[in-house]
């Protein structure tokens, strides 16, 4: 069983930036790719980032791609999401889960961390 915790979420004005922080736990987290999603209302929940395993292989949607960035700390158990020059469009709830698996699922998920951004 692998749990994963969101954090880093809140207010930040456009142009900003922000950090989220995705914890993980268990056995498998350091062996297992991770996935950082976002959902806005009235929106179906995207992808917008993944790290592998090892941390080099990582892929960023085209919409945030020079803006944020994923890494990963293994002997923390931490995946990081960066974000810069914060968009009205990037406010959503921003979630994190491991995998994807054989299936090509994602197994584990946060609860999810706000983040808000005003203009």
């Known amino acids: 069983q692998v749990h994963v915790a969101e954090s880093g979420g809140g207010s930040v004005q456009a142009g900003g930036s922000l950090t989220l922080t995705c914890v993980g736990s268990?056995?498998?987290?350091?062996?297992?790719?991770v996935g950082w999603f976002r959902q806005a209302p009235g929106n179906e929940r995207e992808l917008i980032a993944y790290?592998?395993?090892?941390?080099?292989?990582?892929y960023l949607k085209y919409s945030v791609k020079g803006r944020f960035t994923i890494s990963r700390d293994t002997a923390k158990n931490t995946v990081y999401l960066q974000m810069n020059n914060v968009v009205p469009e990037d406010a959503a709830v921003y979630y994190c889960?491991?995998?994807?698996?054989?299936?090509?699922?994602?197994?584990?998920w946060g609860q999810g961390t706000q983040v808000t951004v005003s203009s």
């Open positions: 790290i592998g395993w090892s941390g080099v292989n990582t």
């Open positions: 268990g056995d498998t987290f350091s062996s297992s790719g």
């Open positions: 889960a491991t995998g994807p698996n054989s299936s090509g699922q994602y197994d584990f």
